[in-house]
């Protein structure tokens, strides 16, 4: 190869080199005029990336809250033994004392507090006398006199079970009224009762069969635990297959429309007509805490305050949620 053609390679070599440098150049400065028209847009990309963590975090978090009720299994749960409905007729006031006593102190969930009855719950009991039976409280119009304090008491569901911060206090089958009662006759005593500390709820579970045309059976809950644990406040904030009474003493007075203060207790009266009167609980109809189902399953939820709360929309210091299957 002669000296020439040598030095054509040679220069064609270097042309192209030259020629890919000024590419190179011209292409990084292309770049960096872009970075310095928008000498932030690498830090906002990155403040962008974050706050669409953050805004995801929070919408994780309150979907979660939201829906802490309907998903309510997610969350640890606490299952609370149920002490089965027993008579405390002829007992004296010291013996209910200590019963109570006893389910409060060996509760799972109110075992660490202070705990003596309240005066404004139990103050009012006498001593040595009949209770009103849960087969009373079922069968009242149809019944006699002599035997409504029979077997085991209606309001034993609620003192040997604090947990049980509503029962049902009322239900009537209803003999020879205008509705066929919804439930065959049960004194609607729980099943299943659970604590879900996270969310701080008891849910307690009722299970009965339904009579085929069944209708607005009137249910009546006590409040007499809620109101001895502490909890002065109380509003039904959501339910499901559940209606309220719109006549009389129930028109615009349920737990559904606004915030009510919790006011049973137990008290020597003379309801039950026995000669001597009875230990029963107290007020007799609570027209705020009374509605009926529409279908099955229905629930109801309630929130519970220590301190009355500047709104509804307030955190509870406690739920409570009723399931009928």
């Not at 932030?40 to 994780?60: A, P």
């Not at 799972?108 to 006398?129: A, R």
């Not at 729980?190 to 339904?210: L, Q």
Request: one cysteine or more.
């Amino acid at each position: 190869m002669n000296r020439e053609t040598i030095l054509e390679i040679l220069r064609t070599i270097i042309t192209a080199f030259v020629i890919a440098s000024v590419i190179n150049i011209f292409r990084l400065l292309i770049f960096d005029e872009i970075q310095f028209s928008n000498p932030f847009s690498r830090n906002q990309s990155r403040i962008q990336n974050t706050q669409n963590e953050v805004n995801n975090f929070e919408t994780r978090e309150e979907n979660i809250t939201n829906n802490a009720e309907v998903n309510s299994d997610i969350f640890d749960t606490v299952n609370i033994p149920i002490e089965p409905m027993k008579s405390l007729s002829g007992l004296s006031k010291n013996e209910i004392f200590n019963l109570r006593r006893e389910a409060v102190n060996t509760s799972p969930i109110f075992s660490n507090i202070n705990y003596n009855p309240s005066t404004s719950v139990f103050g009012q009991i006498g001593d040595n006398l009949p209770w009103i039976s849960a087969e009373a409280a079922l069968h009242w119009s149809s019944i006699s006199t002599d035997k409504k304090s029979e077997g085991v008491s209606r309001d034993s569901i609620g003192i040997l079970n604090p947990e049980l911060l509503y029962y049902v206090s009322i239900s009537e089958y209803g003999e020879g009224s205008m509705w066929i009662p919804f439930y065959k006759p049960s004194p609607f005593e729980p099943y299943k009762v659970v604590y879900k500390p996270e969310i701080k709820t008891i849910i307690a579970y009722i299970k009965n069969d339904r009579n085929k045309n069944g209708n607005y059976e009137p249910i009546t809950l006590a409040d007499s635990n809620a109101h001895d644990l502490g909890y002065k406040y109380a509003y039904m904030d959501s339910y499901d297959n559940v209606g309220f009474y719109n006549r009389d003493n129930y028109n615009n007075n349920s737990l559904h429309l606004d915030i009510k203060e919790v006011t049973g207790w137990y008290m020597h009266g003379s309801a039950c007509g026995i000669p001597g009167g009875c230990n029963n609980y107290a007020p007799y109809w609570q027209y705020y805490n009374t509605f009926y189902l529409e279908n099955l399953p229905a629930t109801v939820h309630i929130k519970l305050w220590k301190n009355k709360p500047a709104r509804i929309e307030q955190e509870a210091d406690i739920n409570y949620e009723l399931i009928f299957e």
